[in-house]
């Protein structure tokens, strides 16, 4: 299976300044066809998970822009260019390149 | 608009079965994979598998190969996840997602359920 490992595990985060997350897999996320099948979620206390990123870098309809991805290979990141109240919660990873799917161990990101 | 509803919180004792359920509704349920991923109490994300509707194709992780059962009818838009012997270790909430539509052949959960919560307890 690929391992998915996150960094930091929490990250509390000052209002309007930036938040970083990192996500390393054990192995190439590029699939056959040529896409990398690494999306970022985020799920909100007491919520569902909910789509943030897709495909390394695409915001799915409705992520502010303050929400980006970028990466390659094995290397990825998730930034949010200033942090809102709205955005406390736990972060994944999660590479569907290869099965059996997996997710990253989550990060908290938390308001200082 | 689409939405994933998923059937009530349920709670059962170790040994009984259960079959949870999740509806699609405002898209072709017969032409999208459907998911479930497991959230241990205080725990991360954990895929189990995901089945096409349209001619019940199912791929499971080897995880949870033989512990449950995914399925779906498609004559009402509906995906289940079943147990037919539960054990206390099976406490969670379990969530079912939606990929993206199969003629686009992209793979990553764009829309997903509420969230079930079984309670297995003796």
């Known amino acids: 299976?690929?391992?998915?490992?996150?960094?930091?595990?929490?990250s509390p985060v000052t209002l309007g300044q930036p938040a970083s997350i990192s996500c390393r897999s054990s192995q190439s996320l590029v699939h056959s066809d040529g896409n990398t099948y690494l999306s970022w979620?985020?799920?909100?206390?007491g919520q569902p998970p909910r789509l943030l990123i897709y495909k390394i870098s695409n915001r799915f309809s409705g992520v502010p822009d303050r929400f980006s991805g970028s990466g390659a290979?094995?290397?990825?990141?998730?930034?949010?260019?200033?942090?809102e109240a709205e955005d406390v919660g736990v972060y994944y990873c999660m590479q569907a390149t290869q099965f059996p799917w997996t997710?990253?161990?989550g990060t908290k990101v938390e308001i200082k | 608009e689409v939405q994933l509803v998923q059937s009530g919180a349920e709670v059962k004792k170790p040994g009984e079965s259960l079959k949870i359920s999740c509806k699609?509704?405002?898209?072709?349920?017969?032409?999208?994979?459907?998911?479930w991923v497991r959230q241990m109490p205080g725990k991360g994300l954990e895929w189990m598998g995901i089945i096409y509707p349209g001619d019940s194709d199912t791929r499971y992780s080897p995880s949870f190969q033989g512990q449950v059962t995914i399925s779906a009818d498609k004559s009402i838009s509906t995906a289940y996840l079943q147990w037919s012997s539960l054990k206390a270790s099976d406490t969670a909430m379990y969530y079912c997602a939606r990929l993206p539509d199969i003629a686009v052949a992209d793979?990553?959960?764009d829309y997903w359920?509420?969230?079930?919560?079984?309670?297995?307890?003796?």
């Open chain 1, 1 to 10: 299976d690929i391992v998915m490992t996150q960094t930091p595990l929490s």
């Open chain 1, 41 to 45: 979620l985020q799920q909100r206390p």
């Open chain 1, 73 to 83: 290979g094995t290397d990825f990141t998730l930034k949010i260019s200033r942090v």
């Open chain 1, 103 to 105: 997710f990253g161990q």
């Open chain 2, 24 to 35: 699609g509704s405002g898209y072709s349920f017969t032409s999208y994979w459907i998911g």
């Open chain 2, 107 to 109: 793979y990553y959960f």
């Open chain 2, 113 to 122: 359920g509420q969230g079930t919560l079984v309670t297995v307890s003796s």
